[in-house]
């Protein structure tokens, strides 16, 4: 049988395995992988194949004592290294939901162990910002404002992305933490919020946020935890000019549009933004309004619909 006949096959496999848990399928995919180890001198260049798209699989962990030194050849190798360097920490796996956060069959999120919610950007659309970044490289520091920073897999991997290019590159990324079923709601949405008064030692999203900073530390990721769009009038930030916007924050009601009208300021007319998520309720609407004004929408059809928008050349900051 041909090689890439035989990834195929034990590609889909997998994914079943993956998809259904079933205790008579999957011994059966185990022996068959156990047996291919043991009579296929080239398993392991498959297995390195495979897991470009399977990185944690517990199936290939299980059917494979060691793991073969085998050179990277995906051309996205840094989505490859990124990927692994994150399910390394041993606190994240690959995760394929389906249905209103992944739309479309097939495509791994990374997401924390024993946590049914998938962690921001799926593999398909990390390929999909390797593409964007290198179209925005420039000479100087590249400048990223992400509004929503969830459990903190984009920022670190937008910042990575970057510096795997040899692109300087200074993230800043923007999250209350209030969408965390642990966060003291009371004291986070409460009048007068102060970020320093409330405790998040409970708060999954933040706390995986603050273990990625040191998984990562060589890179430049700053945290704003406070409310958008007011914090885009903090001194600190309201004269910072950003190239790259990712709006991925609360996806419901006006939020969109309150989060992407709210921080033009801090944009110039060459500023790229990314919305996540373009079929939930509130991005929809914010499209629409796109469509209607000076700005240039183009769709994507990645797992969770990345959209970007850019300005016509000739537009202004429009208002909301």
Same mark, same amino acid.
């Given at each position: ?6 990834? !195929? ?55 494979? %004592? ?5 050179? &990277?050849?995906?051309? !996205? ?12 920490? +041993? &606190? ?6 389906? +249905? ?23 593999? +398909? ?36 992305? %970057? &510096? ?19 966060? !003291? ?25 603050? &273990? ?40 419901? !009601? ?37 469509? %209607? ?28």
């Amino acid at each position: 049988m041909h090689a890439d006949t035989l990834i !195929d096959v034990l590609s889909l496999l997998i994914r079943g395995t993956e998809l259904n848990r079933s205790e008579r399928f999957t011994p059966l995919v185990l022996e068959f992988l156990s047996k291919l180890r043991a009579e296929y001198s080239g398993f392991p260049q498959l297995r390195a194949a495979i897991e470009l798209d399977f990185p944690s699989s517990p199936f290939l962990r299980a059917a494979t %004592a060691t793991r073969a030194a085998v050179p &990277a050849h995906d051309p !996205d190798e840094v989505v490859q290294a990124f990927v692994a360097r994150v399910i390394g920490m +041993g &606190a994240y796996e690959a995760s394929h939901p389906n +249905g209103i956060v992944n739309r479309h069959f097939g495509d791994f999120h990374i997401s924390l162990r024993e946590h049914p919610f998938p962690v921001s950007l799926a593999f +398909g659309e990390m390929k999909f910002f390797r593409r964007l970044l290198a179209g925005l490289r420039k000479p100087e520091v590249l400048t990223v404002l992400e509004i929503g920073t969830g459990f903190g897999v984009s920022s670190a991997f937008l910042a990575y992305c %970057a &510096a795997a290019d040899g692109q300087p590159c200074a993230v800043t990324t923007v999250d209350p933490f209030v969408e965390d079923r642990h966060s !003291d709601h009371s004291t986070v949405l409460a009048p007068g919020y102060d970020a320093g008064a409330v405790d998040y030692s409970h708060n999954l999203s933040y706390n995986s946020f603050q &273990a990625l900073r040191r998984e990562f530390a060589e890179l430049a990721v700053e945290q704003v935890l406070d409310f958008s769009p007011r914090c885009f009038a903090r001194p600190d930030l309201a004269d910072r000019k950003f190239d790259l916007v990712f709006i991925d924050g609360n996806h419901f !009601d006006d939020q969109p549009s309150e989060d992407f009208f709210g921080c033009l300021p801090l944009t110039h007319p060459g500023t790229v933004f990314a919305l996540h998520d373009s079929h939930a309720p509130g991005v929809e609407r914010l499209l629409v309004k796109l469509r %209607a004004g000076p700005w240039t929408v183009a769709p994507h059809p990645t797992s969770c619909n990345l959209s970007v928008v850019t300005r016509a050349a000739d537009a202004a900051h429009p208002a909301a």
